[in-house]
Each structure stands twice: as C-alpha cells, then as structure tokens.
C-alpha cells in the first residue's frame, strides 16, 4: 500500500512529539538532498527549534551546528549555502519581526542574501512548508504556540502532483499576487 497523506491532529497532550519529529525528519532530508525551492508560508513566524542534536546525532550534516538544539534559521542558512533558495511568506507583524531580522543578518553575513526572499502578505492566513519531496499544510503557525502549545492539524504529503499544484500556488506570492 502506498501511502502518499498523513493528517496529525495535535493538542498540548498529544501529537506534540509527533510534529516534532515529522519537522526533523523533513529538514535532515532537506539538507542531505537539498532542492532548488523551500517555501515557508506562515502568517506569524519564530525561529523555532527544527533539529535536536543535543546528542550530536546529527553533526555530520553541519558540524558547525555543535551538539544544541538547531533553530529554523540554523537550518534554513545551511540549506541556502547548498544551493537552495528559501521563500518566506509572511505578515508585516511586529511578531516576525525578530526573526526576519535575524535571517536577514545572517544571509547577509553569510553571502546569501541573493538566496533568500521574504514576501510580505497583510492578509495572508494560509500556511505551508514546501520542501523538495513533501509537504506540510494546516492550521498550525510556525511559531513555538503553534509547534506546542494551540491545537492544530496538519497534512504531510509526499504526492508529487500536490507538490507541483502547492508549488505553483506559492510562486503567486513572489508574483505579487
């Protein structure tokens, strides 16, 4: 049986640790076969903790990283060194505004500002993570509540006509639209 959809639904109590790990799953693939786009659509946006490598598990994919727990922009900096270019969609909110900040000042320190593009949308509601091989949509905000605290769903997807259809929907963001 191929299996192309998952629905998680996530309260304080439950489904926290499976999102969670979903994310890291989905950013080590990222980084050991980056693609050419990563979109993130998400009105209110954090740097939130992606990839735990307290351990050091995961050193071999950034040694630069050290054994801590690896935020968003971490992550995001180090797929943008490999080649990827990283969309960020969205809202002009005094919420993002540290970490748009911040991953600007690190694109910048790290000669990557061509890589990066931030796409502001006042009404934007949707959100999304699109990688190169999966998807990842629903109620939930890139944000710390979002991950953690609210109750949430979200769909992960590995259907490839849902990832071109998805991928075709966010570039209308870089198209003004």
């Not at 797929?79 to 270019?85: D, F, N, T």
């Not at 320190?109 to 061509?114: A, V």
């Not at 959100?127 to 109620?139: A, D, E, P, Q």
């Amino acid at each position: 049986m191929n299996v192309l959809y998952r629905r998680i639904f996530k309260t304080q109590t439950t489904g926290v640790a499976t999102i969670q790990e979903l994310m890291q799953t989905m950013f080590v693939a990222e980084v050991l076969q980056p693609g050419d786009d990563i979109w993130i659509v998400s009105p209110w946006i954090s740097n939130v903790v992606l990839i735990d490598n307290r351990s050091g598990n995961f050193d071999a994919l950034n040694p630069e990283w050290g054994r801590r727990e690896i935020r968003l922009v971490d992550v995001l900096i180090t797929l943008m060194s490999l080649g990827s270019k990283v969309h960020i969609v969205t809202r002009d909110d005094s919420s993002n505004d540290s970490f748009r900040t911040r991953i600007a000042e690190l694109a910048g320190e790290h000669d990557l500002e061509d890589s990066l593009t931030v796409h502001i949308r006042d009404q934007l509601h949707t959100k999304g993570i699109l990688l190169t091989r999966c998807l990842l949509m629903g109620s939930m905000n890139l944000t710390y509540n979002g991950m953690i605290i609210n109750d949430e769903w979200v769909e992960f997807s590995i259907d490839v006509s849902d990832l071109i259809r998805t991928k075709l929907e966010f570039a209308r963001y870089g198209d003004g639209q």
